[in-house]
């Protein structure tokens, strides 16, 4: 008898918990999917359709087809199918329930720390222009100064002619 044979032994509802966790961690992972897809698409239309921008957006893409990829898998009955349809499922499940457990805590803890600085990362100015991803960065770090002034507001990047790297 293993463990959870003897917590069902003991409390019986905790097969039900286990059931019920089971039942939610697939959902987890499509909520994530949801949020990454909508992540890749704001990301699209405010900063344009470069390769840099559409990490999101394809992990979005592929994370329920993972998924669906192990259970087909696992349709097979081959063992070196269900080895490795096993960490694809658990992997997908695994970050869909880390997803929805820290946006459960993160959004319940209180920020009422004023930061000393404001630091904006920054990205290259390239001759003169400001690129879109950092002009809307610059501007979310001047109003978030413009809210609660903390005296000093660093910024990184650097400066690039044309053609010169």
């Known amino acids: 008898m293993g463990v959870l044979?003897?917590?069902?032994?003991?409390?019986?509802?905790?097969?039900?918990v286990i059931?019920?966790?089971?039942?939610?961690?697939?959902?987890?992972?499509?909520?994530?999917a949801g949020f990454l897809l909508a992540n890749g698409v704001v990301m699209l239309r405010r900063e344009g359709r470069r390769l840099d921008n559409r990490p999101s957006h394809v992990a979005g893409r592929?994370?329920?087809v993972l998924p669906a990829a192990a259970f087909t898998l696992v349709l097979t009955r081959n063992s070196v199918a269900v080895t490795v349809a096993a960490p694809m499922f658990l992997l997908c499940s695994y970050l869909g329930v880390v997803f929805v457990v820290d946006a459960v805590v993160y959004g319940r803890t209180p920020h009422s720390i004023?930061?000393?600085?404001?630091?904006?990362?920054?990205?290259?100015?390239?001759?003169?222009?400001?690129?879109?991803?950092?002009r809307s960065t610059l501007d979310k770090g001047l109003q978030i100064y413009g809210q609660a002034p903390s005296g000093v507001s660093p910024t990184t990047g650097s400066l690039r002619r044309a053609g010169f790297g």
């Open 114 to 134: 004023t930061p000393a600085a404001i630091v904006i990362r920054g990205s290259q100015v390239i001759d003169g222009q400001v690129p879109t991803p950092l």
């Open 5 to 16: 044979g003897l917590l069902s032994a003991w409390f019986p509802w905790t097969s039900l």
């Open 62 to 64: 592929a994370l329920p």
């Open 19 to 32: 059931v019920g966790v089971l039942a939610l961690t697939p959902l987890a992972a499509l909520a994530l």
